[in-house]
């Protein structure tokens, strides 16, 4: 199993869609969670953490559930401008300190 | 609003050559990493840095790589005897603590030829 797993894109969605992404982790210990957006040839950026609670920050909505090592991103009324690829961030909490990436999830909102 | 800068932006270099990326983290921050993004792949951890020591490093991070924080604001990647493997963008990040929310510098693209 990989250590962060995402869905496979990429995702084709109208302007105003809902769209949900999901992330599963393999190690039961990790510890911090994060959404990023990359888009094309730039750098990462932060989104949003994640935690138990579920957070949300306007559109976007997440959600963690450690019993089954799943991360969750939903995209309310997407705009144009959502278009990117998404990444799911994980601390595994092995020691030190470090974040494995999942591949990502592409995402192209339409006109 | 504070930023993660990296330079150069692009790199060419020849095999064999001895490159140093250079970062200056946020000023607040208190842990540095690497990252590195072959075209095409996911970004890969490379190396975690705080209190002048290495936290964490990834198997890819092996003798050929260092790192240093020469002065109070600067952070540099040197990868000596570059191979054709290492072209990638290499990604300095800052947190300001050791599980918080990392950001990323633009990056800096290494070409080897």
């Known amino acids: 199993r990989k250590e962060v797993e995402q869905d496979p894109g990429p995702f084709n969605v109208p302007e105003g869609a809902t769209v949900a992404f999901n992330c599963t982790y393999s190690n039961s210990a990790s510890q911090s969670f994060f959404w990023y957006r990359q888009d094309c040839r730039k750098e990462p950026k932060l989104l949003m953490s994640v935690y138990s609670s579920g957070n949300e920050d306007g559109r976007f909505t997440a959600q963690l559930n450690r019993a089954s090592q799943y991360i969750s991103l939903l995209i309310r009324d997407s705009k144009l401008s959502d278009s990117a690829t998404y990444l799911c961030v994980v601390d595994p909490n092995t020691g030190g300190f470090k974040t494995i990436f999942g591949a990502g999830t592409r995402l192209f909102v339409k006109a | 609003e504070p930023e993660v800068t990296q330079t150069p932006s692009h790199q060419v270099t020849q095999m064999g050559q001895e490159v140093i990326l250079r970062c200056v983290p946020i000023?607040?921050?208190?842990?540095f990493y690497w990252y590195r993004q072959i075209l095409g792949q996911k970004v890969e951890f490379l190396v975690s840095f705080y209190n002048n020591e290495i936290s964490e490093k990834s198997e890819i991070f092996d003798d050929q790589f260092s790192v240093e924080r020469p002065d109070g604001s600067n952070f540099t990647l040197k990868i000596r005897s570059t191979k054709l493997e290492d072209s990638a963008m290499y990604f300095c990040a800052s947190s300001e603590g050791g599980r918080a929310e990392a950001f990323f510098g633009q990056g800096t693209r290494l070409t080897v030829v």
């Open positions: 000023s607040n921050h208190l842990y």
